[in-house]
């Protein structure tokens, strides 16, 4: 039996099945809803010149000793949120405070547990420059990029080749009842604005690939899931798929060429990561280009899209494992189904237990 802490937010669905799985295997899960913290939890760490550092964390749901875990599956850590009943100014610096403690305790705590991935990987992976880089030295190959804030050498870029434009990260732009997800776009020079408004940020620009088709692999130490996304059939998807719904894009399984496989080990290797999903596109001669990574990406759509992709169950087994960077998934009987999973009672039981949590009023960011 594990001890596996699950830090997430509340009705994450992975976070909900994958504990509801591991649980019916025997293993104990404490899922840890950090923003959560300090309304409804408490903690305490001690040390001292006879004792080394131990402590407890309680939640809403359970208490554990931070000790006892010996696996972190660090899924969507989510920063701690200051009460809502502290005068606005103390609220300000309490959220600061609140902020370095619990750096602290990732740094702190459960050094000898495995993590899935760890703090260190994470920010790597997160890192969109640094992807890029080491997936070309891992033999991956890489749309043309450009990344500045330079307006004239933007401009010329984009003058040169047909281009798409992406954020470091999605964000989400809302005014009034608008709310708009920022996605990889097409960009031409004629839809920049004025130079300062171009400066005002850097952005990651790219060439925009050919592809007849896209690619999501999901890998687990040395083991890999993927599906083939047929992006171009849908006018909306062919920049980014993600701008249809999944169901409409031919989704089929797919086997991830060997040398491509090889190069995706490698880049993992160099990140610090243990598991992620990788975005490719499929050129007309069949190059398969890295588009990124996503160290804690959604991957249960693709079980429901092709239910023989069964990334649900390679994913508990590699949880379980003792060595994450070599495991290796050969299916064994009982496979956990990804629909039987949704529908047991425990998943249920703790998806109406998020359902009714009275949730802070604050929004918080993902660590």
Not at 45 to 56: K, M, P, R
Not at 91 to 105: C, F, G, N, P, V
Request: hydrophobic residues 40%.
């Amino acid at each position: 039996m594990r001890n596996i802490l699950i830090p997430s937010l509340a009705s994450d669905i992975h976070a909900i099945a994958i504990q509801s799985a591991l649980e019916q295997r025997g293993h104990r899960v404490v899922r840890w809803i950090g923003d959560d913290f300090p309304s409804s939890q408490v903690a305490t760490l001690a040390l001292s010149n006879l004792d080394a550092l131990h402590g407890s964390i309680r939640t809403q749901d359970a208490e554990f000793d931070v000790g006892d875990i010996d696996l972190v599956w660090l899924r969507r850590p989510r920063w701690p949120v200051a009460p809502k009943y502290l005068d606005q100014y103390d609220q300000k610096l309490t959220d600061e405070e609140l902020h370095h403690w619990y750096r602290s305790i990732w740094e702190s705590c459960w050094s000898d547990a495995n993590w899935v991935n760890s703090m260190h990987g994470r920010r790597r992976a997160n890192n969109k420059i640094l992807q890029l880089k080491m997936a070309r030295k891992s033999g991956l190959s890489v749309p043309r990029t450009l990344i500045s804030n330079d307006p004239r050498q933007i401009r010329d870029f984009i003058s040169s080749i047909n281009a798409v434009v992406k954020p470091f990260q999605t964000q989400n732009w809302i005014e009034g009842s608008t709310n708009v997800s920022t996605l990889t776009a097409r960009i031409h020079k004629e839809q920049l604005p004025d130079n300062q408004f171009i400066q005002a940020c850097p952005a990651i620009y790219q060439e925009c690939i050919d592809k007849v088709f896209e690619v999501r692999a999901f890998f687990c130490g040395k083991a890999a899931l993927a599906i083939s996304i047929d992006s171009q059939k849908q006018l909306e998807s062919t920049t980014d798929w993600r701008a249809a719904k999944p169901q409409l894009l031919g989704i089929k399984p797919i086997t991830v060429p060997a040398a491509v496989e090889h190069a995706c080990f490698t880049l993992m290797d160099e990140l610090g990561i243990v598991t992620g999903s990788f975005d490719f596109a499929v050129t007309p001669s069949g190059e398969w280009v890295f588009f990124e990574v996503n160290e804690q990406g959604q991957f249960m759509w693709m079980e429901q899209c092709a239910p023989e992709v069964t990334v649900t169950d390679m994913f508990v087994n590699f949880l379980e494992a003792r060595s994450h960077r070599d495991f290796k998934y050969h299916a064994a009987s009982p496979e956990i189904r990804l629909r039987e999973l949704l529908n047991a009672p425990r998943t249920k039981e703790i998806v109406s237990i998020d359902a009714s949590r009275e949730r802070n009023e604050h929004a918080t960011a993902t660590l």
